[in-house]
């Protein structure tokens, strides 16, 4: 039941309960947890900093990935190594030197990722596929929780796939933003590996039962 890979997105948590909230997800089954670090200026948001990433490494066992929604993510590399960061997902909107930055997270002993937004061709990912684990497709404009699906990602997740098996790589391959119920089932049939799931997750107020739900959605 539990083997389609869930990534909680914390911007959805309420912040006061997170540790709460973190050990509901981790016992229903979540495969990991998405940190959304968002600079006022790559994108039109401010979240949080590695700080955060540090103070909820020793309550969980989960793997941490962290997504990149700043400029200069070269200053964020060392201290996410520092809070027992698994993976980091860099944006090559972000940064004229994306080859480099993602070399330097891979020297840091991260797992490296790259996450491209809805309006980036895909061909930008050749030159970088095989220095990457995971590919993260971005499903809306990045910046906010809880924006509508943006339904041309289906086709992105199997032109991404179609270039790793061109390249004979096999990156994971995740969407995020506005995955649900409805949206996780075409997209798993595309190629997407796993997901991560942010305001669907608590909706309902029950995110455990959530969880499991978009599980099985995946499967159908
Ligand atoms: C959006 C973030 C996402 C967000 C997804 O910029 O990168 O991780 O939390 O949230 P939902 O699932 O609500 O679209
Ligand atoms: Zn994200």
Same mark, same amino acid.
């Given at each position: 039941?539990n083997?389609?890979p869930?990534?909680?997105s914390?911007?959805?948590f309420?912040?006061?309960?997170?540790?709460?909230?973190?050990?509901?997800?981790?016992?229903?089954?979540?495969?990991?947890l998405?940190?959304?670090?968002m600079?006022?200026?790559?994108?039109?948001?401010?979240? &949080?900093?590695?700080?955060?990433?540090?103070?909820?490494?020793?309550h969980?066992?989960?793997?941490?990935?962290?997504?990149?929604?700043?400029?200069?993510?070269?200053?964020?590399?060392?201290?996410l190594a520092?809070?027992?960061t698994?993976?980091?997902?860099?944006?090559p909107?972000?940064?004229?030197?994306?080859?480099?930055?993602?070399?330097?997270?891979?020297?840091?002993g991260?797992e490296?990722g790259?996450a491209?937004?809805?309006?980036?061709?895909?061909d930008?990912l050749?030159p970088v596929?095989?220095?990457?684990?995971?590919v993260?497709?971005?499903?809306?404009n990045?910046?906010?929780?809880?924006?509508? &699906?943006i339904p041309?990602?289906?086709?992105?997740?199997?032109?991404?796939?179609?270039?790793?098996?061109?390249?004979g790589?096999?990156?994971?391959?995740? *969407?995020?933003?506005?995955?649900? *119920?409805?949206?996780?089932?075409?997209l798993?049939?595309?190629?997407?590996t796993?997901?991560?799931?942010?305001s669907?997750?608590?909706?309902s107020g029950?995110p455990a039962?959530a969880?499991r739900?978009?599980?099985?959605?995946?499967?159908?």
């Amino acid at each position: 039941m539990n083997n389609y890979p869930i990534f909680p997105s914390l911007l959805a948590f309420d912040f006061a309960f997170l540790q709460r909230q973190v050990a509901e997800v981790a016992a229903a089954g979540a495969a990991g947890l998405h940190f959304d670090l968002m600079d006022g200026q790559f994108v039109p948001n401010l979240t &949080f900093g590695p700080m955060v990433l540090a103070a909820l490494r020793p309550h969980t066992a989960l793997p941490f990935w962290a997504h990149l929604m700043t400029y200069n993510p070269e200053a964020l590399i060392e201290p996410l190594a520092q809070a027992g960061t698994t993976r980091v997902y860099l944006h090559p909107e972000s940064t004229p030197h994306i080859h480099r930055v993602l070399g330097q997270v891979r020297a840091a002993g991260m797992e490296v990722g790259v996450a491209i937004n809805p309006g980036t061709p895909v061909d930008i990912l050749e030159p970088v596929l095989e220095l990457v684990d995971g590919v993260l497709v971005m499903s809306v404009n990045p910046g906010f929780g809880g924006q509508a &699906f943006i339904p041309s990602s289906i086709g992105r997740v199997a032109q991404v796939q179609a270039l790793a098996q061109r390249l004979g790589l096999t990156p994971s391959i995740e *969407c995020d933003g506005g995955v649900d *119920c409805t949206t996780i089932g075409p997209l798993a049939r595309a190629g997407m590996t796993g997901a991560v799931v942010g305001s669907a997750l608590f909706r309902s107020g029950d995110p455990a039962t959530a969880l499991r739900d978009v599980v099985a959605a995946a499967q159908k």
